[in-house]
């Protein structure tokens, strides 16, 4: 597997409001996807989708005016309001953006602070969340006088809906016999269980790339087909087949997926690791994704490697990516989990990075 080593083109800035800033997103960015004139961009830490406005012309050299719009304005959610939904994937089409709940279980962290019997007990805690079982479609308004901004129902009639507004409706429901996966619904994300990162779409389908189970070193993707649900706001998955989903199995030299995003009518597929560790990060290209009545086994020689991604020691994960066309050619736009202190600019700004595509 031959590795491209590509020097960062240059930095970009994200400038959030105070409320994000509070909220923690702004060092939580796990989904990005760039529209016409702004950046459509998700925390794992809220049930919220932001919205920036590009700046800088040409070559943007910042993102801002920043605005927060909830879920639970948009959509019916299986849980609180105010519970995360662990946002981990942005995907749009058209006047349409996808976005998708982790559908993991959470073990709780050990901190500095924990003596060992605290640590002990927090390792054997886990909980589940609602609102991490859903995929949502959310209607964007382009009306023409302002940016384009989510809606739960837009003027030509298109409403926002979500895939698991019940939780028997969802796709973890869905796997819960699934001879690959079922095994690990009951295991937490870090751990190497259930864990979707990352959503793009292909036609009437949805790419699903899962972050974790990687299975004796191969990737997880899922195919999926929403449809319109029997209530008002709410989707079901179509059949491919027999089946409500379709599997892939990526090798991916042993790495999970952390995102996705296409690239004409082959798919990005930003890999790195399934487990709580720093890297390698690698870009690799699915090449004829789009128009593949997919293999189930997708192998190496199908998924060059593109890029190879800085990553830093227990910090700047790489976690978003979206293609930016620019004048001289496509772009990879970066952004990254727990940013260093180098990327964190103010206490307003992070920053992201722009990689020339080869």
């Not at 605005?67 to 309001?81: K, M």
Request: hydrophobic letters at 40%; charged letters at 30%.
């Amino acid at each position: 597997m031959r590795t491209m080593h590509h020097e960062i083109e240059r930095r970009v800035a994200l400038r959030f409001h105070e409320e994000s800033v509070e909220a923690e997103t702004h060092v939580n960015i796990s989904a990005i996807r760039r529209d016409d004139g702004c950046l459509w961009l998700a925390g794992d830490e809220t049930a919220t989708v932001e919205r920036m406005h590009v700046a800088g012309g040409e070559h943007p050299d910042s993102y801002g005016e920043q605005r927060t719009f909830g879920l639970s304005d948009l959509i019916p959610l299986p849980g609180p309001a105010d519970e995360e939904a662990d946002i981990e994937g942005l995907g749009l089409d058209g006047d349409w953006l996808w976005a998708v709940g982790s559908h993991s279980l959470v073990r709780k962290k050990v901190k500095p602070k924990h003596d060992d019997t605290k640590a002990a007990k927090r390792l054997a805690k886990v909980r589940d969340e609602a609102n991490r079982h859903i995929v949502a479609r959310l209607a964007v308004e382009r009306d023409g006088g302002g940016p384009p901004r989510l809606v739960r129902e837009a003027s030509d009639g298109r409403r926002s809906a979500v895939l698991g507004a019940r939780r028997r409706d969802s796709l973890t429901e869905a796997l819960a016999e699934d001879p690959h996966l079922s095994p690990f619904l009951r295991i937490p994300a870090k751990d190497n269980g259930i864990d979707v990162e990352g959503i793009a779409v292909k036609g009437e389908n949805l790419f699903l790339g899962l972050r974790g189970p990687v299975l004796r070193g191969w990737a997880v993707l899922l195919e999926i087909t929403p449809v319109e649900g029997t209530e008002e706001g709410e989707l079901a998955l179509g059949k491919f087949g027999g089946s409500r989903y379709r599997k892939h199995f990526l090798d991916l030299g042993g790495l999970g997926i952390r995102d996705l995003c296409p690239h004409g009518d082959d798919l990005l597929v930003l890999a790195g690791p399934s487990m709580d560790l720093d890297g390698p990060v690698r870009l690799h290209r699915w090449q004829g994704a789009a128009k593949s009545e997919a293999p189930e086994v997708v192998r190496s020689a199908q998924l060059p490697v593109e890029l190879d991604l800085p990553h830093g020691a227990g910090d700047d994960h790489a976690e978003g990516i979206s293609v930016v066309s620019e004048s001289d050619g496509d772009k990879l736009f970066v952004v990254y989990d727990s940013p260093a202190a180098h990327r964190v600019a103010t206490e307003h700004v992070v920053l992201g990075d722009v990689f020339t595509l080869p």
